[in-house]
Every structure is written in structure tokens, then in C-alpha cells.
């Protein structure tokens, strides 16, 4: 029997490909560091499981297409609160952020159609667009510059007329990269310029250190409704687990075609996204500690790879991962070495390797992206093993 072609354009996610090797580790007993994955280790509010407690119907019944009442009407007040306003009409919500994207690429590609990206760029960007029948056209990076990619000259060089959007996330997953005031009103010029769209992803919009304070594309004068921006809850409240977000734009004609998904679909899980309006009222104060928690892991990490010979790295501004390109000849062999050959004291370390991260060939081998969500302590030590597994490892190349 045969399988889609659109199936075969697409590959398993790097930050879950090592999972065999994984498990025979750990069958050896071994203790793994995992920065391959952003799983949060920071407390839900307990908000969230209050709501679910305290939910009371006779029958849990679908929930309206669009969505619970409560949770678009959470999720409009928290836009206020950033100084950007949306009608309700304007806010669709999706079964994760990945729903979101999936929903988008469907209704804004055809055959041959193109989405700029930054690369390197979260890996499932590239599934969503190729199960849409598109295409990824990178916009080049290097370590060197920081993963900076806000030039216009760069961008517009790449817009044709099979164009159909430029996709970010702001903060950046994997880089860390923020984009300034300046950079983000280009991006729209752009956009609105050449009329494609401009997908945000700001599922990390809490996570910046640069002293800023939370910024949305959405406060932008939008006239055209080029601007479409992805948002989650999995992130902002470690509430990965919930698998809700939303499908934000004030295109009118873009969201009626949406909705057409989501009523294929039936309808988002009714108690998770009540659960899910009640995150929106928990207090500025979470939201503070929680982001000074992940400046200190941030900290650590990088004081630790600072002083490992070879390393290039730049100080992550935002979210809570980092590209670093490694003194190695191949990020996923060494990965696969690390679970299999190597060890100190019963315990090892996993990544994930930088070059499914990118579209263009050959780039990204010996990049790593790492998640910092494990506590300080653990990130010291995974770090080390980090530094001992590439000492260990060059000498096995040598």
C-alpha cells in the first residue's frame, strides 16, 4: 500500500529521534540530563487544577468551535492588558499552538508555496508547511552574528511572487533571539509591502531578560490584517500537558476559512480550555519569579559552556533555549555516542542536534540547541558532562 508523498517530505522532530537510545541507556542504569526537550520543570498554577476540580456539568458536552466563551474572553483580556485590542471574532482557539500553525498553513498554502523562516527554526514549522503542500525558504544565520536575521535587504532578496507568508517566534525558539521595536515594525512593513503574511509565534512571550517586558507584535497598526499571531499556554504556565492555544488575526477572511478546520475537528477539549481561562488571572508576580528562575538557569549554562574550548555561543535574550555550535565533527553522532559509549558516574546528557533545525543542506551539523528547564544544579552538571563528553569524544576522532 502506498504512503503520501506529503508524509514522506516530512521527518521525525530532533528533539524526540534519540528516544531508543534513550531507553537502553537508562535499561543500563544510566541517569540522562535531558536538554533535548522544552518541558518546564516549574509548578502549574494551581489555578488550573482548581478550575478542573471545581468544573460541574451533568454532561461534558462539546464546546463551541471557536471556542469556550471564557477562554476567548481570557484570552482577549490578557491582549488588552499588552495594549492590544481584539474582538472576539478575532481569536480562535486551537488544540496547542501546533494546531494553530497546522490550521494556518492549510488555509494559506498552495502547491510550490513559500514561507520565509529564520534559520535555524523550531522543526515542526517545516512538518506543518509540507503537510500543506509548501516549502521552507530559509533566511540564512550564523552563530557568528548571533542568529540575528531582521535585515531587510536579506529578506526582501528572497520574496517572489510563490511567497506566501514570513513565520518567526518572538522570543526565538532555538536561538533566544528578540527582535527590537524596530526590527518588528520592518517585518510588518514588509509584509504589508509584498501582501503576505507575517506569522508570530509568541508562545514565549514571558521569557525575556533584556529588561523590555512583554511585547506583542499585536499592538502594530494591522490595516490589511497581513499579521497573524500563534499563542499557547503550554509555555507561559508550564501547562504543556493542557494542549491549548490560539489563532489569533483580525483578517477577517483568513479567520472565517480557519474556522472551517475548526469545526472539522469538532471542537478543542471543553474542560482543558475552562481550566485554561483561569491561568489568565494569575497574578504579574508568577510570572516574575518564574522568569528570574529562568535567568539564573540561563546564567549558569552559559558561564558553563563559556569555558569549554571551541564552543560558539551567544547570550540567549529571551525564551528558554540556546544554539551553540560544539568543537565536533557531527552533532548527531556525538548524541547517539553520549547515550551509548559514554558515561561519568552512572550519568550522561542528551541535545538536540542542530541540524534538523535548518533547511539549508550541510548547515547546523555541529549546532546543538539546549532547553535550560532543569534546576540549577542539574544544568551544572549536565554542562559538565557536556565539557567531558566533547574532551572524550575528540580523542575517539583523533
Known sequence: MKLS?????????????????????????????HLNIGQPDIATPEVYFDAVKHFAAPVLEYAESPGVPSYLHAVQAYYERLGAHYEEADILATTGGSEALSILMQCILDPGSEVLIPEPYYPNYATFIRAACGEVCPIPTSPEEGYRYADRAKIEALIHENTRAIMITNPSNPTGVILDAAERQMLLDIA?????YLICDEVYREFTYNGEGLVTMGTLDDPNGNLVIIDSVSKRFSACGARIGCLISKNKALMAEALKFCQAR???ATLDQVAAAALYTVEQSYFDTVRQAYQRRRDTVMEKLHA??????????????LMAALPIDDAERFQKWLLTDFEDQGETVMFSPGHSFYATPGKGVNEVRIAYVLKEADLARAMDLLALGIAQYQKTMM
Open 5 to 33: 508523498q506529503r508524509v514522506q517530505t516530512c521527518e521525525l522532530s530532533p528533539m524526540r529521534k534519540f528516544h531508543p537510545y534513550e531507553v537502553e541507556a537508562q535499561a543500563k542504569g544510566r541517569k540522562i540530563y
Open 192 to 196: 504589508r509591502e509584498h501582501d503576505i
Open 266 to 268: 469538532l471542537s478543542v
Open 308 to 321: 569549554i574550548p571551541g564552543v560558539t555561543c551567544e547570550v540567549p535574550n529571551g525564551a528558554f533555549y
